[in-house]
């Protein structure tokens, strides 16, 4: 079992590095045609706040709560029943987010205002942000949907269809930044019609791959039916469980709109390079593991639940923490690289990596937090997350006030890295509070070896750590490369951090068969 999990979640993290890389290529292009200023940070609000909802309702809450209902209609009932659920679902949740863009378009000052208060006093660039969020909230209804036919091809396990999704989000981004801009008296505006029209592409995308499993929805409205009720019932409290993470770094968003100009854009820029690991093998590796730990509790089998749950867990720690050390030491290079060109500034380096630092001191937190969810949510338990959600986000808010005002107040630079630094440090929290229960009602049993395992890491990344400081150099010696020269050198680190990372783990004794062997 855990060979067809691991395979799975390779597939779903290589689709997703492939849309990563080009979102690297979108923001490489922002950096290069927009830089930073009011423009971009009026964008990024706009772009945020139903992105922001997409992944609590969509990629959050409703994905969590409909594919442990899909799955067991598929376990347990027939194929009609299937259909049905998947008519009177897509019929719902169409007509409510409908009315949701109706009222956001119609009240999108009142929603900037929520959102980003620090903008209130230019009054330029809250107009612009209110002006394309008109635009960009549509996104929400389009990308919800695209969620629904995603959550039903992973029940089926037809896992590379919506990993590839977001590729068009991306291309359409690229697209309107080099096409539609020059065609606006404000260029960035036509990054929002991108996000538009990249709703649409994503949606319309998955209907082939739905129609060939004879589950192409027919929407009807069906509040009233018994899979919608559950689903919903489990949504509500998962709205909030599932993602504390994005809520926290919508908090950071906040606090940054009081902030220097600038740090809106900052904190996105040095997001976007934890979102990489996170997103090709944290959300891959839970997105695959939750149709599976869904069926195992249709099947009572709470066993086989365990054991895929401990096979999660090490490979997380496997691939995070080298990914969270490489992200600290090659912060500056790595946004050097990818984003020093045209309007980003050597002095938007030096903040973003402040925060890119800060982010990934968290990575691990985050990943955790992404597989031990699901160990609720495929029990049907939405509940607990919230509770330690609560938890989390106050911890946040807390640590935001301790970190940032007292530097701002001070006028030291780089504020902004403080709520960075909040948002890892919940996330551990909240880790370690879905941890501790799981493990306290005997839902997780960790399989043997663990202190070996863990010893064996822990080497293994104090090795690589060190020869990646050691071959990172001066920041003046990037400075002064090309754009090829800055891609070789940080191909070569990376590269070889990363064969002395293997070499020093089979070297210590940890073998392929050891992680592919385990039962998942």
Do not use: C
């Not at 979102?23 to 200023?37: K, Q, S, T, W």
């Not at 659920?85 to 007509?95: E, I, K, R, W």
């Amino acid at each position: 079992m855990s060979k067809g999990l691991l395979r799975s979640t390779a597939v779903v993290g290589v689709f997703t590095m492939l849309s990563r890389v080009l979102g690297f290529a979108r923001d490489m292009v922002f950096a290069n045609l927009f830089g930073v200023g009011a423009g971009t940070d009026a964008f990024f609000v706009a772009f945020k706040i139903p992105n922001f909802l997409r992944r609590l309702f969509a990629e959050g809450a409703f994905s969590q709560a409909f594919v442990p209902v899909l799955s067991e209609y598929k376990s347990l009932r027939s194929q009609a029943e299937v259909r049905l659920l998947v008519a009177n679902v897509s019929g719902t949740l169409g007509v409510v987010l409908l009315l949701l863009t109706l009222l956001a378009v119609l009240g999108a000052y009142p929603l900037v205002g929520v959102f980003a208060p620090g903008f209130t006093g230019d009054e330029t660039k809250f107009a612009l942000t209110a002006e394309m969020l008109r635009i960009t909230f549509p996104y929400l209804l389009f990308i919800s949907l695209t969620a629904l036919a995603g959550g039903i091809l992973n029940s089926y396990g037809r896992f590379a269809v919506p990993a590839v999704t977001p590729v068009w989000l991306n291309l359409a981004l690229i697209g309107a930044a080099f096409w539609l801009a020059p065609l606006f008296e404000q260029p960035v505006v036509a990054l929002a019609w991108g996000v538009f029209i990249a709703g649409i592409a994503q949606l319309l995308f998955q209907f082939p791959f739905l129609w060939r499993l004879g589950l192409l929805p027919r929407p009807r409205w069906g509040w009233h039916d018994e899979g919608v009720r559950r689903i919903l019932r489990l949504m509500l409290p998962a709205i909030f469980g599932s993602s504390v993470a994005q809520i926290n770094l919508l908090l950071d968003t906040i606090i940054a709109s009081f902030l220097v100009t600038g740090s809106v854009s900052w904190l996105y820029y040095s997001d976007r390079l934890v979102e990489f690991p996170l997103g090709v093998f944290g959300i891959a590796l839970a997105t695959v593991i939750l149709p599976s730990l869904s069926q195992r509790h249709a099947e009572a089998n709470p066993q086989e639940f365990s054991r895929t749950l401990d096979w999660a867990l090490r490979w997380v720690f496997l691939i995070g923490t080298p990914a969270a050390v490489g992200l600290i030491l090659l912060a500056a290079p790595m946004l050097t690289t990818l984003f020093h060109y045209g309007e980003f500034q050597q002095a938007d380096v030096q903040m973003s990596s402040l925060s890119l630092m800060a982010y990934g001191i968290g990575l691990l937190g985050f990943m955790l937090v992404k597989v031990l969810a699901p160990g609720f949510y495929a029990r049907q338990d939405t509940r607990t997350p919230v509770r330690f959600g609560i938890y989390s986000m106050v911890a946040n808010m807390v640590m935001n006030l301790l970190f940032v005002v007292p530097m701002a107040l001070a006028g030291v630079a780089g504020p902004h890295a403080g709520l960075a630094l909040a948002t890892s440090l919940a996330a551990f929290i909240n880790a370690g509070l879905l941890f501790s229960h799981l493990r306290r009602d005997g839902i997780f049993r960790a399989e043997s070896g663990w202190p070996l395992f863990a010893l064996r890491l822990l080497l293994a990344n104090v090795v690589m750590g060190l020869l990646v400081w050691w071959g990172r150099g001066e920041m003046g010696q990037w400075y002064a490369l090309d754009a090829a020269g800055r891609a070789l050198r940080l191909a070569l680190l990376i590269a070889g951090g990363g064969a002395v990372y293997l070499a020093l783990l089979l070297l210590l004794g940890i073998r392929p068969r050891q992680l592919l062997g385990r039962r998942g």
